[in-house]
């Protein structure tokens, strides 16, 4: 009987992991940037903060890639991908509409769905300017043709993925907020600290992120590079996140890195000190607006 | 009698890798690596420095004296990712932490 059960289990997974699609058409797509409202710096600058957490090498110090050590066990190994310039390794062959395709919905040009990488709510001008940089000679995206490594997905891991469907591209794209709140939902959402601070990051709403269980909740299980256990701190301001934490302490922690106690962030989580302290303001008083979370996490 | 000596010999290998991991490794310090833990350097340098950023290269061109400077403010260097340690770590606690570093390096393989 306990043989039928384990041969039964097996097969639904089989089947489950095989009707899991990883795999997408990107279709055809207009895109047409705007050349006037192109940014280099500031494409750079917003790439480092959006795609730098992944995607940056510290040994080649450039966007070669890295393994996403953070990943839990049971999704697989995972390397973010190289993104320079390369032809082969990187995205050198990838045209302008085929790079604003991957950043809005996540899929490659292969058709290879990554569900982490879509930002469906990016602004025109922050797409615009980070392609700009992506196709730009700076030194972070010279071609380099190291591969980071082969990402392995366990059929769980293919299962779990398989539950998250891309979204449609949308030819046209939100304004970057002015509003210090809007702003401070913005950077949240596509700086997607609300991918590793809500309840799980398999979850998301990627489109309404404060509609995700658990939203800047935390308590997400994940690992550092040394396979400790890190859970997510919760940024809510309630007694048990942000609530006693001032901006200065915020901001502390998010661009250099050491929090209140004076002991440092850890690894997944990224510094930041390339945001402004009109974004950090922005940041800290969004988090201030979001309905707060009993959630003590140790 | 094969199950015997290969349990036997199993059992020497097992306590002789044991008695090893507990004995600190010649030029490593073991009051270093507590501190290396103790400040999370293992959460981006994983367990043995071979982590998301890799310190089993060797340090060229860094001295141990440079070697603390960097730690102490990385963004002198041009890292901004790394926390400054200038006001966490203590001094004594410097000296063991660069010693145990040093250590980290790959040892060179001898030929033939």
């Not at chain 1, 039928?4 to 089989?14: C, E, M, Q, S, Y």
């Not at chain 1, 040009?109 to 709510?121: I, S, V």
């Not at chain 1, 210090?180 to 991918?195: E, M, P, Q, S, V």
């Not at chain 2, 260097?77 to 570093?101: C, Q, V």
Request: proline share 5%.
């Amino acid at each position: 009987m306990q043989h039928i059960r384990t041969a039964l289990g097996f097969l639904v997974l089989i089947l489950v992991t095989g009707a899991c699609k990883l795999v997408y058409h990107t279709g055809n797509i207009d895109y047409h940037p705007n050349r006037e409202y192109q940014s280099i710096a500031e494409g750079k600058r917003m790439a480092v903060l959006i795609c730098g957490p992944c995607h940056f090498n510290s040994s080649s110090k450039d966007f070669s890639g890295n393994r996403m050590y953070d990943v839990p066990r049971f999704i697989g190994k995972v390397y973010a991908s190289n993104i320079t310039q390369e032809m082969e390794s990187g995205i050198g062959k990838y045209t302008h509409a085929e790079l604003a395709y991957l950043i809005r919905t996540g899929v490659s040009r292969t058709g290879k769905f990554m569900p982490f990488m879509q930002r469906p709510n990016l602004s025109d001008t922050d797409l615009e300017n980070i392609i700009a940089f992506l196709k730009s000679d700076d030194v972070l995206v010279k071609p380099n043709q190291r591969i980071p490594g082969k990402t392995d997905y366990t059929a769980v891991g293919k299962m779990v993925l398989g539950t998250s469907k891309p979204l449609p591209y949308a030819e046209k794209g939100n304004e970057k907020p002015n509003n210090k709140l809007a702003l401070g939902r913005y950077l949240i959402d596509n700086l997607a600290c609300f991918h590793c601070h809500s309840k799980s990051p398999l979850s998301l709403n990627v489109i309404h992120p404060e509609k995700t269980k658990g939203y800047m909740g935390g308590g997400f299980r994940m690992r550092d590079a040394a396979s400790n256990i890190v859970r997510t701190p919760n940024l809510t301001f309630h007694s048990t996140g942000l609530s006693d934490w001032t901006l200065e302490e915020f901001k502390r922690a998010i661009t250099q890195g050491i929090n209140k106690e004076n002991k440092i962030v850890r690894y997944p989580m990224p510094v930041f000190p390339e945001l402004t302290d009109e974004e950090i303001v922005a940041m800290y008083l969004y988090l201030k607006s979001v309905p707060p979370i009993k959630n003590e996490v140790k | 009698m094969i199950g015997y000596i290969m349990s036997g010999s199993i059992g020497l290998w097992l306590t002789a890798i044991l008695l090893m991991s507990t004995l600190p490794v010649v030029g490593q310090s073991v009051e270093g690596k507590k501190i290396y833990r103790k400040f999370q350097c293992e959460s981006c340098h994983g367990k043995v420095g071979n982590g998301l950023v890799d310190l089993t290269n060797g340090f060229q061109n860094y001295n141990e004296q440079k070697l603390k400077q960097y730690i102490m403010n990385p963004g002198v260097f041009g890292n901004t990712r790394m926390p400054a340690f200038e006001n966490l770590i203590k001094e004594e606690e410097f000296n063991e932490l660069i010693r145990y570093l040093m250590g980290l390096a790959k040892k060179p393989r001898s030929k033939g």
